[in-house]
């Protein structure tokens, strides 16, 4: 993306439950709290992403905001007068994550005037709409990759204390860029800059290991969840070549170390070969967009459990709409020059064995379209229950969160959605979720007829 800030992974926050919320308890002892609600939900097929194949005919018991049991629907126990969903005509599977976000930015803005246009409040309201239709759209995590300081910490914040309605974020901050990198604002006369915060240099431009450092601490201390490094020029950036690389191995290798000294994970933009062996060797650990690796980077990633988180289908977008909203020539031709290209180094990297998680680049094209890649994945060498674990189980653990999100299994948040069909027959249902529940609470519900939260 072009300036886009990066957003993190939400914090461990609770959700607040909004049907306790007119408890008029406040005054009583904790002692005495009422218990929390439970939930019934009959599902007729179970994708729980822990393996390939279905259950059939499940009660799935939350229990508050998690899940409390998963059982069969022969010997569950539901007591009358209980709150139950029913969607045992429908699949069932765990809440998807794509962490691969972008969520203050719009898939309409490819002019290049916008970059002088555009305030933090623009992204922020986008970022408002786009996470409640990436929600709705059945994602109840992303990683947010890249926005304005710190924009996504915020949005995450807000969505945790349930003042907005929106998936789990895990947030970055802006990605982190050497001078005259994706990252920066190239080929403007001196005199032209968009600066916010010049003595940080926006908490994003950084030359050297020192620099490098500080810009990592700094963006630490505003709250980032993970750091999003820019290790190779850029296919929407002006100026550069996204087959070059950026930083050097030295200076990725101590924004390695430095995120993950502060507990942090740590992505690096990276298409070209160079950058990407650069990055691995560091010890980062997912290579976003990975288009031009080489044989050679697919057999270290493999080494180094590096996950590969490969955007492969907004080619489709790029190269058709986004040239309608004013897509330059330069960015068109980067991205003929990468986009297929990519596809096929995802089939490599897929029969190679490489961990693969699910990330989409939404905000290169329109938000709540996430699913549209499953069918690509497909496409290019994946299974579908294999494509579907990339964005639950697998994507789980890039960010992290294996212990709260990613499969439907008891302990972990009630972030359950569903849809009519058959994914493992079509994957392409996933782009009609009729069911969202995201801790407990359900926001959308075409399929069981249940209360909305809204
Ligand atoms: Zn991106």
Known sequence: MLAAAVLCAAQESSQPAKAQENHPTAARPAA???????????????????????????????????IKSVESAASAQVPAGAKVVDLSKATVLPGLIDCHTHLGARADRYDPINAFKETPYTHAF???????????????TVRDVGSGPFMAVDLRNYINEGYIIGPRVVA?????????????????????????????????????????????????????????????????????????????????????????MAGRKIAAHAHGAEGIKNAILAGIDSIEHASLATDEDIQLAKQHGTYFDMDIYNDDYLLGKAIEFGLPQENIDKEKMVGRIQRETFQKAVQAGVKMAFGTDAGVYPHGDNARQFATMVKFGMTPPQAIRTATQNSADLIGRSKDVGTIEVGKYADIIAVSGDPLQDVTVLQNVGFVMK???????????????E
């Open 32 to 66: 005495s709290k009422p218990a929390p609600a439970i939930t019934y939900i009959r599902a007729g097929k179970l994708f729980d992403s822990t393996s390939d194949s279905y259950r059939e005919n499940v009660v799935i018991v939350v229990e508050g905001e998690r």
């Open 126 to 140: 986008a970022a408002e709409k786009n996470a409640r239709t990436t929600l709705m759209a059945g994602f109840t």
């Open 439 to 453: 801790g407990g609470v359900v926001y959308k519900d075409k399929l069981a007829g249940t209360a909305v939260t």
């Open 172 to 260: 970055s901050g802006p990605g982190i860029s050497i001078t005259g990198g994706h990252g920066d604002l190239n080929n403007y006369s001196p005199e032209t800059s968009v600066t916010l915060f010049p003595t940080e240099r926006n908490y994003q431009i950084a030359d050297g290991a020192d620099q490098v450092r500080h810009v990592v601490r700094a963006q630490v201390k505003y709250g980032v969840d993970v750091i999003k490094i820019l290790a190779t020029g850029g296919v929407l950036s002006k100026g550069d070549s996204p087959g070059a690389p950026q930083f050097t191995y030295e200076e990725l290798k101590v924004a390695a170390d430095e995120a993950h």
